[in-house]
C-alpha cells in the first residue's frame, strides 16, 4: 500500500497560480519521492488541466476534483460528471469533505451515492468523514464515524479494490483551526474505522488507506504519519505553497 500525501486547494488558486504551484512542488519532489509513497493534488475545477498538464509525466504525482455530480450526463446546469473528469486525466476524487456537508448541506445518502457513482465510472474515491466538535464532546465520535462509514459505503460497486477507495478522517473542529488532534485521538479514530472496514468490507479492508486532515503542517507531518493506521494526510491551507507542502510530502 503507498501511502498518499494529498493537498486539498479548496477554492484558491486560479489557472495560472495553479499551474505554478503545481510545477513547483513535482521540482521540490522529483527524484525525492519515497517509493512508498505517492502525491495527489485537488485544484478547483477551473485548474484541473493546468495541473494536469503541469504533472503529467511525473512519478508519483496524480490530480483528482473536490467535487463532481453523480451521472453520467444531462440537466444538472453547474455540475461536472466523472467521465468529463477522467477526460482530463483525473484520477481521483473527494466525497463527503466537511465543507460539502456543512456548507453546502450534502447529506450522508447523497455522499453514499457519490461515492458508488464515482467509483463505478474510473474514478478512486477520497471518502471524507469526521466528527463536530459537540459530537466529540457528547462521546458521539464512534456513532457519527460509523454512520458515515455506513452511508457512504452503502452502495458500493461488487468488484472495486482496495486501492480505488480511500478514507479521509477529517474531525471538524481540526479543519482550518490550527488545532490538530492529539495522538491518541488519531489513534483511536483511525483504530475504529479500520474495524468497522473490516467488517462491512473485509476482503479490501486492510488495503484500504486511512488519511487524516485537520490542521497537518510541515512540522507536525511526521509525527502524524508514524501513527498506528495513518496511510497518508490530506492537507488544506498548508498544501498552498509549493514550499510548505514539499516538506509535508518528504516529512
Ligand atoms: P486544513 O489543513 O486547512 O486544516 O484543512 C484540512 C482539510 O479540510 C483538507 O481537506
Not at 513535482?26 to 494536469?52: H, M, N, Q, S
Not at 453547474?78 to 456548507?103: C, F, K, Q, W
Not at 468488484?159 to 483511536?188: H, M, N, R
Request: glycine share 10%; hydrophobic share 45%; proline share 4%.
Amino acid at each position: 500500500m503507498k501511502q498518499l500525501m494529498a493537498a486539498n486547494w479548496k477554492m484558491n488558486k486560479n489557472w495560472s497560480e495553479a499551474e505554478e504551484t503545481a510545477s513547483a512542488l513535482a521540482d521540490a519532489v522529483r527524484g525525492r519521492l519515497p517509493e512508498d509513497r505517492e502525491v495527489l493534488i485537488f485544484p478547483p475545477f477551473t485548474a484541473l488541466k493546468a495541473v494536469a498538464d503541469a504533472v503529467q509525466g511525473e512519478p508519483g504525482i496524480a490530480v483528482g476534483a473536490q467535487d463532481f455530480y453523480p451521472a453520467e450526463n444531462g440537466a444538472f446546469t453547474g455540475e461536472i460528471s466523472p467521465g468529463m473528469l477522467t477526460d482530463l486525466g483525473v484520477g481521483y476524487a473527494l466525497t463527503g469533505h466537511s465543507e460539502r456537508r456543512h456548507v453546502l448541506e450534502e447529506d450522508d445518502s447523497f455522499v453514499g451515492a457519490k461515492t458508488a457513482f464515482g467509483l463505478g465510472h474510473d474514478l478512486r474515491i477520497v471518502l471524507c468523514i469526521g466528527e463536530t466538535l459537540d459530537q466529540r464532546r457528547s462521546e458521539q465520535v464512534e456513532s457519527v464515524l460509523s454512520r458515515q462509514l455506513e452511508a457512504g459505503l452503502a452502495e458500493l460497486p461488487a468488484d472495486i479494490s482496495g486501492e480505488s477507495l480511500v478514507v479521509a478522517y477529517e474531525p471538524v473542529w481540526a479543519i482550518g483551526t490550527g488545532e490538530v488532534a492529539g495522538s491518541a485521538e488519531i489513534e483511536a479514530a483511525h483504530g475504529f474505522v479500520r474495524k468497522k472496514l473490516q467488517e462491512m468490507i473485509s476482503p479490501i479492508a486492510s488495503e484500504i488507506r486511512i488519511l487524516y486532515g485537520g490542521s497537518v503542517k510541515p512540522d507536525n507531518a511526521g509525527a502524524i504519519m508514524a501513527l498506528d493506521n495513518v496511510d497518508g494526510v490530506l492537507v488544506g491551507g498548508a498544501s498552498l505553497t509549493a514550499e510548505s507542502f514539499s516538506k509535508i510530502v518528504l516529512a
